[in-house]
């Protein structure tokens, strides 16, 4: 299940292909359409992501899954998007933000909460995920955004790991089987059917494997680096 924790987008949250940006011309008064095929490219830092059950592996000692496997509620919070766009003069920010759920009735509680399963798509099969991420905006200084949200729905999330500096990190890349989509701003030409996200988790997978076999399990991850192709 450290493939529900990788979601999240993710997830949301939030490797990525560099997008081609299409341009989009600002109107009078330095209003910009974001929402007419406006694309960008971002990188993102911080955030967390918080299980409202723990999870981890069973150890003698050290963690017990929960007895009743009843779903999962997550949440992404305060990841920092720093962006261009051929339809904005200068980098502009956003902060991302959102909730996912997790089902499989078909899993009992030991798999279902289990950190161990680091690989793979989530949604695994006979469960479901969904939710959102959502972005607000702050245009660069003299120009203003039609539209100062984005809503990313995440659909599935593929759970990783990656390798910075010698060292293994377990990653999250939206989407996963199932494509999203994106309302509000910087939906691109297919309305955000093309966006994907990637990131790192900030500790590494050590670090993480040493939480998930304590008795109070991972309850929260912080994110490190990432990127983000809105498009």
């Given at each position: 299940?450290?493939?529900?924790?990788?979601?999240?987008?993710?997830?949301?949250?939030?490797?990525?292909?560099?997008?081609?940006?299409?341009?989009?011309?600002?109107?009078?008064?330095?209003?910009?359409?974001?929402?007419?095929?406006?694309?960008?490219?971002?990188?993102?830092?911080?955030?967390?992501?918080?299980?409202?059950?723990?999870?981890?592996?069973?150890?003698?000692?050290?963690?017990?899954?929960?007895?009743?496997?009843?779903?999962?509620?997550?949440?992404?919070?305060?990841?920092?998007?720093?962006?261009?766009?051929?339809?904005?003069?200068?980098?502009?920010?956003?902060?991302?933000?959102?909730?996912?759920?997790?089902t499989n009735p078909t899993e009992s509680a030991a798999v279902f909460y289990s950190a161990a399963t680091i690989l793979g798509n989530d949604p695994a099969a006979g469960g479901t995920l969904s939710g959102a991420l959502k972005v607000k905006w702050s245009a660069p200084a003299g120009q203003k955004f039609s539209d100062k949200k984005s809503t990313i729905t995440i659909n599935s999330v593929v759970g990783g790991t990656t390798t910075i500096s010698g060292d293994t990190y377990g990653s999250f890349a939206i989407p996963g089987s199932t494509l999203g989509s994106t309302a509000g701003a910087f939906g691109g030409s297919d309305s955000g059917a093309s966006t994907t996200q990637f990131v790192p988790t900030g500790p590494d997978e050590a670090a993480l494997t040493t939480e998930a076999t304590s008795a109070a399990g991972i309850s929260s991850i912080p994110l490190g680096s990432g990127t983000a192709s809105l498009k």
């Open positions: 299940m450290l493939r529900k924790m990788l979601l999240v987008a993710g997830a949301a949250a939030l490797p990525l292909g560099i997008l081609a940006a299409t341009a989009v011309p600002a109107s009078a008064g330095g209003t910009i359409d974001t929402t007419d095929g406006a694309t960008a490219t971002c990188t993102s830092s911080g955030g967390t992501i918080t299980f409202k059950t723990p999870i981890g592996i069973a150890t003698a000692g050290g963690y017990v899954s929960p007895t009743k496997n009843k779903g999962q509620k997550i949440a992404i919070a305060g990841v920092n998007l720093s962006c261009t766009s051929s339809a904005v003069s200068g980098t502009f920010t956003g902060v991302a933000s959102g909730k996912l759920v997790s």
